[in-house]
């Protein structure tokens, strides 16, 4: 009871910007402590049987459980306000930083060059994007490789309005086919070489119907690519309800974090193959320096808000945004990002020649 308490008016401090960031930083790393201790505890007997039991639960529930909100927490604020955080590409994942003196902006191309070679993008390929974001991918696909054809895949009409906007200026909107939809309900007749998706798997739910579906949309020689953040273990749920759930509530509702392994308990359609690691670090930097943008175009951002939100919460809904960032890179920089981190995986509807549990895992980027 008093810890429920202490939590919720340590969030209220922060909410309206009374804590420092450096306090605010420590509570977030004490309450990772505090999270990795309870699940190790409820996984004492057996972590694969946490993970048999969290995989079993998954596929009883729908593909997205309240798509909705995953919609008006992140995907309907403003194109603009977007623009102000992130870098030069609006790519809304973790960039991959190749040295220690590494911009935003490269990051956000290496991250997307090592996407689509993991990925075996090649010209010419039919490719589907599931939720696309602010198009980064989709655009950069597009821009690299002349003859390829793109179906991009999002929940929000404002993205897919502003990513068609982007195309044309590109003179590739020939190549693209942009649908909003809930995952819960897209279908397609077409059929793909490639399927591509950073980030969308941890707001799925049921993995099995899920993969099902994308299975059935590959031609026979496709492959599915997927990039998810992701915990070295174990896999959980962010609630929504309760005052240690503040990230649930305004994040990530019906959102999971998944753990490096729960993708091979969902291997009746498509198999892994391939699976790559990016230490946590590298998210730890991509959300600090959203955090340094956000900060220094604070003016512009509070205008956006306080369209969307009216002047009297737009400075309380910055301080949610800024903590959203805080907290995102104080969990994957914790204990060295070794705990939480980037998984890449590459799926064939064929049995990959070998174990599933023994697919190739390529040595871990590690450049910080």
């Known amino acids: 009871m008093f810890q429920q308490l202490a939590t919720r008016l340590g969030i209220e401090a922060i909410e309206r910007g009374w804590l420092p960031d450096s306090l605010t930083r420590k509570l977030v790393r004490r309450h990772c402590g505090t999270r990795l201790r309870e699940t190790r505890m409820r996984n004492a007997d057996l972590e694969e049987n946490g993970l048999v039991e969290f995989a079993a639960a998954m596929r009883q529930g729908p593909i997205a459980r309240v ?71 989709t655009l950069w696909m597009l821009e690299n490789f ?19 906007q982007q195309a044309e200026g590109l003179g590739a909107a020939n190549r693209l086919n942009i649908v909003t939809a809930d995952m819960n309900e897209f279908e397609t007749n077409l059929s793909f070489d490639r399927i591509v998706s950073c980030e969308m798997f941890e707001h799925m739910f049921n993995y099995e ?80 320096a959203w955090l340094e943008l956000l900060d220094r175009e604070r003016d512009q951002v509070l205008q956006i808000l306080s369209v969307n939100y009216g002047p009297r919460e737009a400075k309380r809904w910055l301080q949610r945004w800024r903590l959203f960032l805080i907290a995102c890179a104080e969990l994957f920089g914790y204990q060295s990002g070794q705990q939480w981190m980037v998984g890449h995986f590459l799926l064939e509807p064929q049995p990959c020649g070998e174990p599933v549990e023994k697919a190739a895992v390529a040595p871990e980027n590690n450049f910080v």
Not at 77 to 84: D, K, L, Q, S, Y
Not at 121 to 130: A, C, Q, S, Y
């Open 209 to 288: 119907q899920l993969l099902a579906r994308t299975s059935s949309w590959l031609n026979r020689d496709g492959k599915l690519f997927i990039h998810i953040f992701c915990h070295t273990q174990f896999a959980y749920e962010f609630q929504s309800e309760g005052a240690s759930n503040w990230m649930g509530k305004y994040f990530f509702s019906g959102g999971i974090m998944p753990s490096l392994g729960l993708l091979s308990h969902f291997d009746r359609d498509l198999k892994v193959c391939q699976q790559w690691t990016w230490n946590g670090t590298h998210y730890e930097r991509t959300c600090n």
């Open 146 to 164: 002349p003859n390829l054809q793109v179906t991009a895949v999002s929940n929000s009409a404002s993205q897919r309005d502003f990513i068609l």
């Open 67 to 137: 798509p909705e909100l995953a919609n008006e927490q992140h995907y309907e604020v403003p194109a603009e306000f977007f623009r102000w955080m992130l870098g030069p590409r609006l790519k809304y994942s973790c960039c991959l930083f190749e040295s220690a003196e590494s911009t935003l902006a490269e990051a956000e191309i290496a991250a997307l060059r090592t996407t689509c070679e993991r990925a075996e993008i090649r010209d010419g390929m039919d490719v589907l994007e599931l939720g696309c974001g602010w198009g980064s991918l």
